[in-house]
């Protein structure tokens, strides 16, 4: 019989499950494992990159600069060394895979969303089947390096937000994630970190490479996706982030993302 791909076992912790994973002396190692609903993963890093994906469940992943929230349609590459912490809205089944810097080269070396096509999502199904130790000369050698091919042909997706380093225009974008629905002014939410309304206009294009509006609305869509995959409707979704009714939302997603709500939900289902 072959051996499993590397998963976690009920009495072992992440990091252990990990750090097993990322010792596999192979090109590209694969670990399967389930999160539960509201499961926080700390800060950590690791010596391989990674391709994080869920084929069920929505995460929001952050790093000191950035946050991504990944519905089960997208993945996200995660570079080498790059410190960052998961969180889950709800259950999550998430399917990893490490690959060595080495084998990485072609893929940019910046974390970015990706959207898993078809091939590259059954790829990954693929891998998670293969024996830990896979003969690399053979065809299991051969779907983990087409694997790497996919990631790197594949282009990176708005599915991101770049998150400030200046402490008070990060307790305001602290401040707006905790609560997209909010209306207040500029002046009124600049006021309560300690910044005048110039001053937020000013620092967010270049703390953030975004407007203050297209910020927010960036961060409006990244919190849809995650509740669309809770099965909410796009009325319900756009009253829960502040609009008032499904048309203005529709439109500033399809501004935005080149698609309207719907669309976006159809083509980016899980088999």
């Given at each position: ?117 078809p091939l590259l999502r059954e790829l990954i199904v693929r891998a998670m089947k ?26 990176a997706q708005p599915l991101g937000l770049r998150m400030p380093r200046d402490p ?69 979704v756009a009253l829960e982030l502040g609009y008032a009714g499904p048309s203005a ?23």
């Amino acid at each position: 019989m072959r051996p499993k791909p590397p998963s976690r076992p009920a009495s072992e912790g992440f990091p252990a499950a990990h750090l097993r994973a990322e010792s596999v002396p192979r090109p590209v190692s694969a670990l399967a494992d389930s999160l539960e609903r509201g499961a926080v993963i700390p800060p950590h890093s690791h010596r391989r990159a990674q391709l994080i994906f869920a084929i069920a469940g929505t995460m929001t992943v952050r790093a000191s600069d950035g946050l991504w929230i990944l519905p089960p349609s997208h993945a996200l590459w995660m570079p080498a060394g790059v410190v960052h912490q998961i969180r889950t809205s709800g259950p999550v089944e998430i399917r990893t895979l490490y690959i060595g810097p080495q084998h990485a080269r072609r893929i940019k070396n910046e974390c970015h969303v990706l959207f898993v096509s078809p091939l590259l999502r059954e790829l990954i199904v693929r891998a998670m089947k293969l024996p830990a130790l896979y003969d690399e000369r053979g065809m299991e050698g051969r779907v983990m390096r087409l694997i790497l091919e996919e990631i790197a042909l594949l282009p990176a997706q708005p599915l991101g937000l770049r998150m400030p380093r200046d402490p008070r225009l990060l307790r305001l974008c602290e401040l707006l994630l905790r609560d997209l629905s909010a209306h207040g002014s500029i002046a009124q939410l600049g006021a309560s970190v300690g910044l005048s309304e110039r001053s937020v206009i000013r620092l967010f294009p270049r703390e953030t490479g975004l407007s203050f509006k297209r910020w927010h609305n960036h961060a409006r869509i990244l919190k849809a996706f995650e509740l669309f995959d809770q099965r909410q409707s796009v009325t319900r979704v756009a009253l829960e982030l502040g609009y008032a009714g499904p048309s203005a939302f529709s439109k500033m997603f399809r501004r935005a993302m080149g698609k309207a709500p719907m669309a976006m939900l159809v083509n980016n289902a899980a088999p």
